[in-house]
């Protein structure tokens, strides 16, 4: 198929067995590429483009799978390949007024996702590069010279990079807004040294569990709620008080009638298939 063609069959990929999820699809498409790209450098970019579509598309198809199946970090990190590759793409690709490859969508949700994680704080890692490498041509590049190609544009069917071939590690900061979104700090176990997620994904999952798709829109919007003291009537006055105000529930709100909460309302385009109190459903 030429990159109209393929570009067509990219369309509507919530539709039962999109082709991006074909084992061989990118793979095809690198082939063709490699075949015109001496040749035909304008089909080779339109062959990049769908071959980037096809990436975004299963990568967030398989992020939902993977917090539908609890993998939490596994789709984190997912999320974090679909917004670097929409950033190179949306340079080249002017997305559609009725978004038929569903491009907008997912920009949109990769945000909503990430921000119901809990991750708060990331490693950031420091390093002295001594030695940085053109991805198109090899060339070294210096701060006195380079070889002209541009980061993220497009050669021969390729996507401009630099590449780090030699550095020295110096340290590691501890950030909130990361370059690289997959350095989640977890802790460690002492005894076999292995990563523990003591991370709490409720809020991903009561998402997750009430979409039927990953292309059923949601968002989310922060509010206040109103509880009575019965509804707290288990919760031991030594923990944190439900209105976060940092004190203990027994030094705060403990004796009142009412209290008004934080609360994180969740809003859905469809109602989820399966037993759920009809009374949270807010639909879109």
């Not at 009638?257 to 879109?284: M, V, W």
Request: glycine letters at 4%; a negative charge; charged letters at 25%.
């Amino acid at each position: 198929m030429n990159s109209i063609d393929l570009l067509k069959s990219l369309e509507n990929p919530e539709l039962n067995n999109p082709i991006c999820l074909s084992p061989n699809f990118e793979k095809d498409i690198d082939k063709q590429i490699d075949d015109i790209a001496q040749t035909n450098d304008d089909e080779a970019k339109q062959l990049w483009i769908c071959k980037t579509i096809a990436g975004i598309q299963k990568n967030f198809i398989s992020a939902f799978q993977n917090i539908k199946t609890e993998d939490y970090y596994e789709g984190w990190c997912l999320f974090e390949r679909c917004e670097i590759d929409l950033k190179f793409l949306l340079r080249h690709f002017t997305i559609e007024e009725n978004d038929l490859h569903r491009i907008n969508f997912i920009n949109a949700m990769v945000v909503r996702w990430q921000k119901l994680y809990p991750y708060k704080f990331f490693g950031s890692p420091e390093f002295l590069v001594k030695k940085v490498t053109c991805g198109i041509c090899g060339e070294r590049i210096t701060p006195r010279s380079n070889c002209g190609h541009l980061i993220g544009e497009i050669y021969a069917g390729k996507c401009c990079f630099e590449l780090v071939e030699e550095l020295e590690f110096l340290g590691l900061g501890i950030v909130e807004k990361p370059v690289q979104k997959y350095s989640v700090l977890f802790s460690t176990d002492p005894i076999t040294n292995e990563n523990i997620d003591h991370y709490d994904y409720s809020t991903v999952k009561f998402v997750a569990d009430r979409l039927n798709s990953a292309f059923h829109e949601w968002d989310s919007y922060a509010t206040t709620r109103v509880i009575s003291a019965t509804e707290l009537v288990n919760l031991p006055l030594e923990k944190p008080c439900p209105c976060v105000s940092g004190k203990n529930y027994g030094a705060c709100c403990a004796g009142k009638s009412n209290l008004t909460i934080p609360h994180l309302q969740i809003c859905l385009s469809q109602p989820p298939k399966g037993n759920f109190p009809e009374n949270e459903l807010f639909l879109l």
